[in-house]
């Protein structure tokens, strides 16, 4: 019965789903250490943006590996559905990411000091 379990993808695309959303909450945490420990603003964005590009990898790993089980028009549907918003997310955490590095993406309390002169 054991063994009869390891082919099941339904089981396999769900644990790598939660791994994923580990993965996520991971670095939530580690971020909030972060901040605690006086870390900037920048650091933790950046923080989270990583967690959430490992993250949405697995869940979307865990979501094509879904695809096995596909029957009806509707469950192909909702997929592709979440498929898509998986992915526009991760270009958007990957954009956020790329632009934090680059030291564009400057919060209010990120933001190097205007000088003035007189």
Known sequence: MLFANLFNYGLWAAI??????????????????????GGTIAHARLLVAD???????????????????????????IFAAIFALRTILKRVFTWDRIRL???????????????TTH
């Not at 909450?25 to 250490?33: D, E, F, K, L």
């Not at 919060?107 to 205007?114: E, F, K, N, V, Y």
């Open 16 to 37: 790598i789903e939660f791994a994923g959303a580990l993965i996520i909450v991971g670095y939530v945490v580690a971020t909030i250490v972060t901040l605690l420990r």
């Open 101 to 115: 590095q680059r030291g564009q993406g400057h919060p209010q309390g990120d933001a190097p000091p205007i000088r």
């Open 51 to 77: 967690g959430a590009i490992a993250g949405l990898n697995f869940k979307l790993a865990g979501t094509l590996l879904k695809t096995i089980q596909l029957h009806t028009l509707q469950q192909i549907l």
